[in-house]
C-alpha cells in the first residue's frame, strides 16, 4: 500500500505561478498528476513513464514542469503561467511496481492522494 500526501495548492493570480508536492510513503510506479474541475471528469496533467521522462499533456505543455526527488520519495509539480482553465483539484496517483504501462487513464491508478486544491482567479 502506498500513500500519497499532496501540498502546495492555494489560490492565485492569472499569470502567477504554484509548486504543488506529492510525498509517497513507499516506492512506486507511473508517478502522475491528475486534475479534476467541477463538473469535469478527471484528467491526465503529467505522467513519469518508467524510463524517467514525463509525458505532459498538451494544455500543459511549456507551463507545468514535474520533477521527483527520489531521496524523499517526492514528487513535484511546478505551474507556471497559470490560467483561470487551470482551476481544479490536483490529484497526486501512482500505480503498483509491478505496473508496465504508465497510462493517462485514471483508472489504472490504484493509489491517490487526497488532493489540493488549485484556484486561479482572472
Known amino acids: 500500500q502506498v500513500q500519497l500526501v499532496e501540498s502546495g495548492g492555494g489560490s492565485v493570480q492569472a499569470g502567477g505561478s504554484l509548486r504543488l508536492s506529492c510525498a509517497a510513503s513507499?516506492?512506486?510506479?507511473?508517478m502522475a498528476w491528475f486534475r479534476q474541475a467541477p463538473g469535469k471528469e478527471r484528467e491526465a496533467v503529467a505522467v513519469?513513464?518508467?524510463?524517467?521522462?514525463?509525458s505532459y499533456v498538451d494544455f500543459v505543455k511549456g507551463r507545468f514542469t514535474s520533477s521527483q526527488d527520489n531521496a524523499k520519495r517526492t514528487l513535484y509539480l511546478q505551474m507556471n503561467s497559470l490560467e483561470s482553465e487551470d482551476t481544479a483539484m490536483y490529484y497526486c496517483?501512482?500505480?503498483?511496481?509491478?505496473?508496465?504501462?504508465?497510462?493517462?487513464?485514471?483508472?489504472?491508478?490504484?493509489?491517490w492522494g487526497q488532493g489540493t486544491q488549485v484556484t486561479v482567479s482572472s
Open positions: 496517483a501512482a500505480r503498483p511496481l509491478w505496473s508496465v504501462v504508465c497510462s493517462r487513464d485514471p483508472s489504472d491508478y490504484t493509489f
Open positions: 513519469i513513464l518508467n524510463h524517467g521522462t514525463t
Open positions: 513507499a516506492i512506486a510506479r507511473c
